[in-house]
């Protein structure tokens, strides 16, 4: 029985993603930053276990803790909403040292095992805001668009080796806690200047009836890409995002 390690799992699409796994027969092992069993159902095939992707030391824990594993997916992340003159640089470090240098990290963390074994799956969930360029989300847009390059790049260098490295990109997905992690983000609010726009924005979304993104939609893109070995490169996840692919 093939394992898999999800980060991010204490909600929305990583809760959805191990959910999935678990259902279809895999060992799942799922990270939170504060490991709650009862969020997915109790399983001989279920492990819950701590990770703070920002801390050296927690992801060394985990990686001896987990053992082997067949597929990592990367989903782990925050999000933040406003505008770059309301964007601290504190904030902004704390959005790439999550999206972009954790990933990095739990990636980094698995190769050798990868490596040693000629084979593995590493599956990076970054977003369609990557596809076309939307307000208020700059810094945020920047940290998944790093992932983006960072795996493209990355799956030429590990395809030698036989291990794969794909890409999940999720549309608009407002059942997940997105918006409400991005607005912890937001002490100061928007600056004074943008407040139109930026309420503009947000009437905007709360009004539209366009198709959205729902968590198993990325649940099944994660499932595509660790199972299929034909599977392309970017995989939207998504009504919403395979109109964005496609456009």
């Not at 701590?50 to 050296?56: H, Y």
């Not at 074994?117 to 360029?133: E, F, H, K, Q």
């Not at 794909?166 to 997905?173: D, E």
Request: proline share 6%; charged share 20%; with cysteine.
């Amino acid at each position: 029985m093939k394992t898999i390690l999800i980060t991010g799992c204490s909600s929305g699409f990583g809760l959805e993603i191990a959910r999935d796994f678990l259902e279809r027969g895999w060992n799942v092992i799922a990270t939170m930053r504060t490991p709650r069993e009862d969020l997915l159902p109790p399983s001989e095939h279920l492990r819950v276990l701590p990770l703070d992707v920002t801390d050296p030391q927690s992801i060394h824990r985990l990686i001896d803790a987990a053992g082997p594993i067949d597929a990592l997916v990367n989903n782990a992340g925050i999000g933040l909403l406003n505008a770059l003159e309301g964007t601290s640089m504190d904030a902004a470090r704390e959005l790439f040292e999550t999206n972009t240098l954790g990933t990095i990290a739990m990636t980094q963390a698995v190769l050798p095992q990868f490596r040693e074994r000629a084979g593995g799956v590493i599956v990076n969930v970054t977003s369609t805001v990557t596809l076309r360029p939307l307000h208020l989300l700059s810094v945020y847009t920047a940290t998944k668009a790093a992932v983006n390059a960072f795996t493209e790049s990355l799956a030429l260098e590990l395809e030698p080796f036989g291990i794969r490295v794909r890409l999940v990109l999720p549309g608009r997905a407002p059942e997940t806690r997105f918006g409400e992690n991005a607005r912890s983000r937001m002490s100061a609010g928007f600056p004074e200047a943008y407040t139109g726009l930026a309420q503009g924005v947000m009437n905007g979304w709360a009004q539209s009836t366009d198709p959205v993104t729902h968590a198993a939609d990325v649940a099944e893109a994660v499932w595509h890409a660790v199972t299929d070995p034909a599977s392309p490169m970017r995989l939207p996840a998504g009504a919403d995002a395979v109109a964005w692919a496609a456009a």
